[in-house]
């Protein structure tokens, strides 16, 4: 079946400008994720949904990062004034549901590039 | 604090011989270990993940890992390596209690190159 697909895969950006980043989860998986890889890094986390809502968004790292999931399905990364050290891969993760025990599926990410 | 580490940045195997990447792990609570593979431009796969029960679990591609509770370990192994084991691995842990969240911490991650 289908995996977790992200659009764009990539983008360049200048500084200040503001993107969006799409992530389609795979089908009926209930929990999506955003991970931010920065070179020679591990993936961070950003945040977590539960359905349509945010159930942690501890990772977030300023308030120009934001995202949503308005039918609990696709999912929507923005980021707003984008600068220099924004560039990284951004990864978007589902698993079936919310259990701790799930493995995550990961898409094959968007790397963004800001000039 | 949550966290992982994987002490090697590189690993270097002839192909046929045994591998091992190290991963250890620092958890308030019993954890949840996974491991994931990235090959060059695709995201990341899963291999295996170790919840509770036996302690040597088996995953994808013929690889396998240990739980070590006393030594904090979740080393990823395999017993013949191939040329197409090539590539960036990385652990990660969730924790099950104690502020427990659905979010994985990674480790910084190892690459393994196997020489044919």
């Known amino acids: 079946g289908a995996g977790v697909s992200q659009t764009p895969s990539n983008k360049v950006t200048e500084k200040g400008k503001y993107v969006e980043l799409r992530c389609d989860p795979i089908?009926?998986?209930?929990?999506l994720y955003w991970y931010r890889q920065s070179l020679g890094q591990g993936p961070e986390f950003l945040i977590y949904?539960?359905?349509?809502?945010?159930?942690?968004d501890s990772g977030l790292p300023n308030d120009r990062f934001f995202a949503v999931r308005p039918e609990g399905s696709v999912s929507t990364l923005k980021i707003q004034r984008t600068e220099r050290g924004d560039s990284a891969v951004y990864l978007c993760?589902?698993?079936?549901?919310?259990?701790?025990?799930?493995?995550?599926?990961f898409g094959p990410g968007t790397r963004l590039t800001v000039l | 604090a949550q966290s992982v580490a994987q002490p090697e940045d590189q690993v270097n195997v002839a192909e046929g011989n045994p591998l091992t990447v190290k991963c250890t792990y620092s958890?308030?609570?019993?954890?949840?270990l996974f491991w994931y593979v990235q090959y060059p431009n695709r995201g990341l796969q899963f291999l295996l993940k170790y919840i509770t029960g036996d302690n040597l679990v088996k995953g994808s591609y013929g690889f396998e890992a240990e739980f070590n509770k006393s030594q904090t370990s979740f080393h990823l192994k395999k017993p013949s390596a191939l040329v197409s084991d090539s590539a960036l691995y990385f652990c990660?842990?969730?924790?099950?209690?104690?502020?427990?969240?659905?979010?994985?911490?990674f480790g910084t991650g190892t690459l393994l190159a196997v020489q044919p």
């Open positions: 958890v308030s609570g019993n954890p949840y």
């Open positions: 993760a589902s698993s079936p549901t919310s259990g701790v025990y799930n493995e995550q599926f």
């Open positions: 990660a842990v969730r924790a099950i209690w104690g502020g427990a969240t659905n979010k994985l911490i």
């Open positions: 949904f539960q359905g349509t809502g945010a159930a942690d």
């Open positions: 089908s009926g998986h209930t929990a």
